[in-house]
């Protein structure tokens, strides 16, 4: 079975410090990871995916099998990065389901 | 409409009550997901289509959920005799990708119907 954990429900941080919104997933395979990103008042979508291995708004996030992980961060949050983070792992068993995470609450203060 | 359209947007049932929720994916979009999404937890898998053949149902809670795409575009999940338990925002989402492509494709989701069981 496939799990996504999330261990952090809120992250409070001030403008202008680092962040590390923490993901870490368990699948024997060699999964898909992504971030999905909610805004207030706006629907889910996407904000990055491992395979691209892109910079979105100025975050990233790198695949670490070893540790099971895929850590999203960036440098220096701004206030318009307070939103609900899920992570979320697709197995090649599961075609293109998607199993979230819990959600982590970034509030940036300002 | 350019995104995922769901509707009704908030539906207040009476415990024992049926109700039908409608998802209007993007045009062309092969793959459509629903998702049940508790207060305070991430979205969790119901069921998935691939068109008009419901490929996979194992996340449905119970035998009172249904799901049905019989054109292959817009979809309705229907829960009968709807508990307290039932209450949860319902999120349907789209992807121009099918099942067995060579990666996962982006998901598109609706704004959600939040379902409130009294």
């Known amino acids: 079975a496939q799990r996504v954990t999330q261990p952090e429900k809120l992250l409070s941080v001030f403008k202008g410090a680092p962040v590390e919104l923490k993901c870490n997933y368990s699948?024997?395979?060699?999964?898909?990871l992504f971030w999905y990103v909610q805004y207030s008042r706006q629907r889910l979508q996407l904000l990055l995916r491992h395979i691209s291995r892109e910079s979105i708004k100025g975050f990233t996030a790198d695949l670490n099998k070893g540790e099971t992980s895929f850590h999203l961060k960036k440098p220096f949050a701004q206030e318009e990065d307070s939103a609900m983070y899920y992570c979320?792992?697709?197995?090649?068993?599961?075609?293109?389901?998607?199993?979230f995470g819990g959600g982590t609450r970034l509030m940036v203060k300002p | 409409g350019a995104g995922v359209s769901q509707s009704p947007r908030y539906k207040v049932a009476k415990r024992g009550q049926d109700v039908a929720l409608r998802c209007d994916p993007i045009?062309?979009?092969?793959?459509l997901f629903w998702y049940q999404q508790a207060l305070g937890q991430g979205p969790e898998f119901l069921t998935y289509f691939q068109n008009e053949a419901q490929l996979d149902k194992s996340g449905l809670p119970s035998d009172r959920f249904f799901a049905e795409r019989p054109e292959g575009s817009v979809s309705t999940l229907k829960i009968q005799r709807t508990q307290q338990e039932d209450s949860a925002v319902y999120l349907c989402a789209s992807s121009i990708l099918a099942k067995g492509a060579s990666t996962t494709g982006e998901l598109f989701f609706g704004e959600g119907s939040r379902l409130t069981v009294l």
């Open positions: 699948y024997s395979g060699s999964p898909e």
């Open positions: 979320a792992l697709s197995s090649n068993n599961a075609g293109n389901m998607l199993t």
């Open positions: 045009s062309g979009h092969v793959s």
